[in-house]
């Protein structure tokens, strides 16, 4: 056994600058890099149908993820259990945020929902597996993070406590992913009624030991009131809403009913006593009052706690808690798994029980075959380049060949042409040619008679 030597370690002292160094800085670096790189973000949301899933996504990032154009997976998949993925890059004040969101279209939708959720573990755990194939390749320049890093939980209104499938679904993933349960559709709940329902809630999910997300301690005095008044407030009844509405000057969010609509709170109404009898305005407000609900107005609904602790304030702990916690927890169970000889007994795939060194040499073995079937390829559309070219000078000699023999017979042609006319010609030359002789004649014979006849005449 090789002996170590002992190394004394000195206690850390602090040391004044004299003067500016510069690592001071460092945050400033830590903060550019992180800008320029980007961030990733994966929301899981689970629930039955029609709980409002997708616009509450878009209330929650002021966007329509889900429109009309491009509705949401439980409007656009038959209602199966399957698991949906959206991408969407959002940019905020410089920031880039690529928003990964996950849907469960058919959830709980059927009449036996038996394993129901397995398709959902059967997801976290392969994004989980794929980061851990990235973490253990030797090329790890790009690793996307595509963890889920929430899960939002939509509980059906029905005031009575959870079902039987919202305890089993929780249960099978508290230790998978952050479970952040929400009361869907709170409006059709009474404040007493949502009161009661929300204990209810928190009692069940004690009694069956389900861990929650659990929102960390700060160091604020405030902050911690704030985080405290968070807690009291799980599970979140929340409402969401596509329709803008322009209410006393200002554009919010929020459900407008029949009988009219109103900015302010049921809970911003003077005592009935303090109104000097006159209660039949303040029964108008309060009827105005219950036309109208602001998501965005915290009297309303725990929409604003949700957004604030979701995206504002805690969205870096979920992903901390996500690597830190769940990441680790499904990592360990995978490496449990590998026995001494290198053998993974877990029978799934993965790059776990391989040495560096053999999952360097399969890494090259791989880029050589990539290489070799890159060059094959590359040779064989070569080669069909290269036929193509004979084909088409092949195909260009023949056609000029049978343009030559076309040209050569047209010149053929006019030279017989030519030739005919040529010996026409030279008939009519020598016809012309012999008529003109024989008028000559004529005229010399004529002349010559006409000399007899006068020297007859002269005789005489």
Known sequence: MIERPETAVSSIAQRNLEGYVGFANLPNQVYRKSVKRGFEFTLMVVGESGLGK???????????????????????IKKTVQVEQSKVLIKEGGVQLTLTIVDTPGFGDAVDNSNCWQPVINYIDSKCEDFLNAESRVNRRSMPDNRVHC?????????????????????????????????????TLTPEECHLFKKQIMKEIQEHKIKIYE?????????????RKIKEKMPLAVVGSNVVIEVNGKKVRGRQYPWGVAEEGIFELPPLEET?????????????????????????????????????????????????????????????????????????????????????EEERREHVMKMKKMEAEMEQVFEMKVKEKKQKLKDSEAELERRHEQMKRNLEAQYKELEEKRRVFEEEKANWEAQQRILEQQKLDASKTMEKNKKKGKIF
Not at 152 to 179: C, Q, T, W
């Open 54 to 76: 997708s616009t509450l996504i878009n209330s929650l990032f002021l966007t329509d993820l889900y429109s009309k154009d491009y509705p949401g997976p439980s409007h656009r």
């Open 151 to 187: 899960c939002l939980y939509f509980i059906a209104p029905s005031g009575h406590g959870l079902k039987p499938l919202d305890i089993e679904f929780m249960k099978r993933l508290h230790d998978k992913v952050n479970v952040i349960p929400l009361i869907a559709k709170a409006d």
């Open 215 to 227: 929102f960390p301690d700060v160091d604020e005095d405030e902050d911690n009131k704030l985080v």
């Open 276 to 360: 000097g009898g006159q209660w039949l305005a303040w029964e108008a407000k309060r009827r105005d009052c219950l036309s109208f609900i602001n998501v965005e107005n915290g009297e309303h609904c725990d929409f604003t706690v949700l957004r604030n602790m979701l995206i504002r304030t805690h969205m870096q702990d979920l992903k901390d808690v996500t690597n830190n916690v769940h990441y680790e927890n499904y990592r360990s169970k995978k490496l449990a798994a590998v026995t001494c000889n290198g053998v993974d007994t877990s029978k799934t795939k993965g790059q776990l029980t391989k040495s560096p060194l053999a999952q360097m």
